[in-house]
């Protein structure tokens, strides 16, 4: 079955940092391209950033960029988000979210639980 | 504001047919698949249709997409009182707003 746990959320003061974890398993990893995907609380759904199969390809969007990076292990089957500089409207529930083929382009088909940022201003 | 417009609310009683829309542009719907996620009250989305019309293993036959132009719909029939959740359209976009562009977002309330 495939399984993503997220971790590494919590309440950071803004400016400061925080580094969220996507630990999967069911699946070959490296395979796969993931995403990261928040929620606002109330509001919908907002793609932040992606990754590909091997790491090499990755995307941020505007609101973020500069201040998060996205990478993968791929020998721990563990994908990252590294927050920096992180703002009040940052908070949110960050989903992991696995693409249904080697490049971010293809839709997300499997999602983890998620796990929730708050930034206190 | 989102990229992709979608009404906030719809709503029907057990066993009618409803539908939710979502309206987009060139560079995302016109150009590239349509897919749609259901989000139950606190829980994470689940991939409900991808490429247009297409339902991953377990999805039920009630649940159908479609898509013409630069819009898309998500129909439900045999409403159920299971069915009641937030239900997101998400389109790849082809300009610098994208790529993933999704949906504000329906709240389907069974009646």
């Known amino acids: 079955e495939v399984q993503l746990l997220e971790s590494g959320g919590g309440l950071v003061q803004s400016g400061g940092s925080l580094r969220l974890s996507c630990a999967a398993s069911g699946f070959t990893f490296s395979n796969y391209a993931m995403s990261w995907v928040r929620q606002a609380p109330g509001k919908g759904l907002e793609w932040v950033s992606g990754i590909s199969g091997s790491g090499g390809n990755t995307y941020h969007a505007d609101s973020v960029k500069g201040r998060f990076t996205i990478s993968r292990d791929n020998s721990k089957n563990t994908l990252y988000l590294q927050m920096n500089s992180l703002r009040a409207e940052d908070t949110a529930v960050y989903y992991c979210?696995?693409?249904?083929?080697?490049?971010?382009?293809?839709?997300?088909?499997?999602w983890g639980k998620g796990t929730t940022v708050t930034v206190s201003s | 504001q989102s990229v992709l417009t979608q009404p906030p609310s719809a709503s029907g009683t057990p066993g009618q047919r409803v539908t939710i829309s979502c309206s987009g542009s060139?560079?995302?719907?016109?150009?590239?698949?349509v897919n749609w996620y259901q989000q139950l009250p606190g829980t994470a989305p689940k991939l409900l249709i991808y490429?247009?019309?297409q339902r991953p293993s377990g999805v039920p036959d009630r649940f159908s997409g479609s898509k013409s132009g630069t819009s898309a719909s998500l129909a439900i029939s045999g409403l159920r009182s299971e069915d009641e959740a937030d239900y997101y359209c998400a389109a790849w976009d082809d300009s610098l707003s994208g790529p993933w562009v999704f949906g504000g977002g329906t709240k389907l309330t069974v009646l």
């Open positions: 490429s247009n019309n």
């Open positions: 979210a696995k693409s249904a083929a080697y490049s971010y382009a293809y839709y997300m088909d499997v």
């Open positions: 060139s560079s995302n719907i016109g150009s590239n698949t």
